[in-house]
């Protein structure tokens, strides 16, 4: 069972998609916060926290040789007054020193602030929407420039309406759905639709034609909107599925709608289309004209 509408897309198309240009490097390091604290003149907490540890070495100490705790306790006692007063006396040049490299920290920080400003400016500017838009235009110009031109194909405005002015209800009359669908997109788009084209496909020895093309002379886009006929059977089927293959590895896109879809929601159809080139940012002008228009229902066959 299938869903329809099926759309088929070259890799490469879908990779430059989802591309934007190359962004620019930012290789600078955010600078680190200093480590150690703001200096005070005497460290208290340090202090009673010596203190108390030279009482517990001191008390366990005794336990075996009163003298040698005496001892530990008065060199103690004096190494933590030393201590203190080493704090005290040094206060000045250790809180200098603290300013000077917090001082140096904000500097870098400021730098640091800068440069990424730039950076996500320039960023802004490298990843601007209209940047991105022209990045893969220039892509898709590389890649369906290998589409050759196709001498046997009509514009569809240079055909007759087979239904004169009146919309087709014949469901069999297919030329005149194609006709009456293509009609209705053909006054949005940039490029034209055409038919006749012509394509031979060696490795079944077919000669493929698509309902309609589309082709955008600018990017020389190429997108063959198929239709699925009820009647087709498995060979068939298996023919256009090995035909599609070969024409998504040549560069076409290929969506391919039902006939009922065709010839009941013909205007859906036409919004299906504007999604598929405003999803591949090759046209996003034309999907705004289907606003008011519901989504396509997927039909299953």
Sequence with gaps: ?????????????????????VAPEF??????????RQP???????????TIGLILIVAIVTLFARDLGIILLILGF???VFRIRYQFLTYKRRYQRHQETFERYLVKLESYSRQDIQYQRDLAIAHAPERILEFRHQQYRNFFKKLPPYENAIALSERN???????????????GVIYYFGVTIQQYLSGKLYQGIKLHIPSIDYEWSPALAYIEPD??????????????????????????????????????FSHEQILQSSTECCKEFAKLLDRLSLDSSILKNFADTPDLVPVKR
């Design 161 to 175: 309406n087979p239904f004169g002015n009146a919309k087709p209800t014949d469901e069999q009359a297919m030329e």
């Design 40 to 50: 005070k003149p005497i460290h208290i907490q340090e202090s009673i926290i010596l």
């Design 1 to 21: 069972m299938r869903q329809f509408p099926a759309i088929l897309i070259p890799p490469e198309v879908q990779r430059i998609a989802q591309s934007k240009p």
């Design 219 to 256: 990017l020389n886009l190429h997108v063959a909107i198929e239709i699925s006929l009820p009647s087709e059977n498995a060979a068939i089927i298996m023919r256009n599925d090995l035909a599609e293959r070969f024409l998504v590895d040549s560069g076409w896109i290929i969506i391919k």
């Design 78 to 80: 004096i190494a933590i």
């Design 27 to 36: 290789n600078v390091q955010l600078p680190s916060v200093p480590s150690y």
